[in-house]
């Protein structure tokens, strides 16, 4: 086997054992990361009641300086059952400076709407929303 051969074949499986260690810190630094990429929710449903409609938008401010939802929103169309959490990456861009809301629909009927990211000019970090019977927790690392 000539130097160039080896060199070809070293190369390539080198990048690659570069770009797995890459991707396995990605996903294993969560805590880390999670900051900088796009905005995402956890829904905790500690209720007795299935979530069967939850709705992401973003929030912003009119003339007046009252906040108002603008047209950007993000349909979450699969229910969450009692006693589950799902994780939510909505699809929501961001023209300066705004927050972000989560509305969501019971199976008895009642809707909630809390704002989940009470400041972020980019639509990233995370935050966690708790619902329980009696009270909705919102905690949020916001971008």
Known sequence: MTRNTKIA???PAV????????????K?????????RSFSVTVVNDSDYDLVSIETG???SDASGNTVK???KHTYAKPIKAGHEK??????????????YL??????GETVQKTVCSYTEY???YSTITIQNDRVDVKEDCR
């Open 87 to 100: 994780v939510i990456s909505p699809r929501l861009s961001l023209t300066g400076e705004g927050g972000i």
């Open 58 to 60: 973003i929030l912003s």
């Open 70 to 72: 603008s047209g950007a």
């Open 15 to 26: 990048v690659a054992v570069i770009l797995m260690s890459l991707f396995v810190v990605w």
């Open 123 to 125: 639509a990233s970090g």
């Open 103 to 108: 509305k969501y629909t019971d199976s008895r």
């Open 9 to 11: 074949i070293a190369v």
């Open 28 to 36: 294993t630094n969560d805590e880390i990361f999670q900051p900088f």
